[in-house]
């Protein structure tokens, strides 16, 4: 497995303001994973983070509401920017550490929008 | 695109009771994988089957993936407490999973 630490842990946040969450590996990996999951839904890929080129986007999901940094292989960062109370949601970073296609999770940030 | 179908939904069934979640996909998988979220967590992952026709267990949980590879089904035996949560399966799409919507299991003491 892989140790994920991701803070913040939840948060409140104000409409219009921008939240930066980050995600931190205890150890190398290729791939890192950005997800949404809404209250009693499933995940919601937003987003792959390549280190040292930009992060690939899902389908209904855009680099300007969502920018995604990967400074090195083992750190990722999510923004969600202009927030609105749709955008209150539980957001998950995670990691395919051996390229097995099998994913390690972070704890996750819940997130508020008021 | 692929997709992966979870069913049921939801399911509440008395301690002690057995459970049963089922998953296909519209395409052969080349692999799927169980995780488990418990409430107010994350998911974990819990198996990856890969060959047809393949079972595992793990202590009362028993894992199928079917001869087509193309479905799937995690089966509990005499559900505890602690059994609680959502099962997900997810299947390969290039290097990202595809995750069906879920079963979520609750349990009457």
């Known amino acids: 497995s892989a140790v994920i630490s991701q803070k913040p842990s939840r948060d409140i946040c104000q409409r219009g303001t921008s939240l930066t969450i980050q995600c931190q590996v205890d150890?190398?990996?290729?791939?890192m994973f950005w997800y949404r999951q809404q209250p009693g839904q499933s995940l919601t890929l937003i987003a792959t983070?390549?280190?040292?080129?930009?992060?690939?986007?899902e389908s209904g999901f855009v680099i300007d509401k969502f920018p995604i940094s990967r400074p090195n292989l083992t750190f990722s960062t999510l923004t969600v920017s202009n927030m609105s109370p749709e955008d209150s949601s539980i957001y998950l970073c995670?990691?395919?550490?051996?390229?097995?296609?099998?994913?390690?999770f972070g704890a996750g940030t819940r997130l508020s929008v008021l | 695109g692929q997709q992966v179908m979870q069913i049921p939904q939801y399911q509440h069934v008395q301690e002690g009771e057995d459970f049963t979640t089922y998953c296909n996909s519209s395409?052969?998988?080349?692999?799927i994988q169980w995780y488990k979220q418990r409430p107010g967590g994350h998911p974990v992952f819990l198996i990856q089957?890969?060959?047809?026709?393949e079972v595992k267990k793990q202590k009362r949980l028993t894992f199928q993936f079917g001869e087509a590879k193309k479905n799937s089904s995690l089966h509990i035996t005499a559900t505890q407490t602690t059994d609680v949560g959502t099962y997900f399966c997810?299947?390969?799409?290039?290097?990202?999973?595809?995750f069906g919507q879920g079963t979520r299991l609750t349990i009457n003491p």
């Open positions: 995670s990691v395919d550490r051996l390229a097995e296609n099998i994913q390690y």
């Open positions: 150890s190398q990996v290729t791939m």
């Open positions: 983070a390549n280190q040292g080129s930009e992060a690939t986007y």
């Open positions: 395409t052969t998988l080349s692999n």
């Open positions: 089957l890969v060959k047809s026709g």
């Open positions: 997810a299947g390969p799409r290039a290097q990202k999973l595809v």
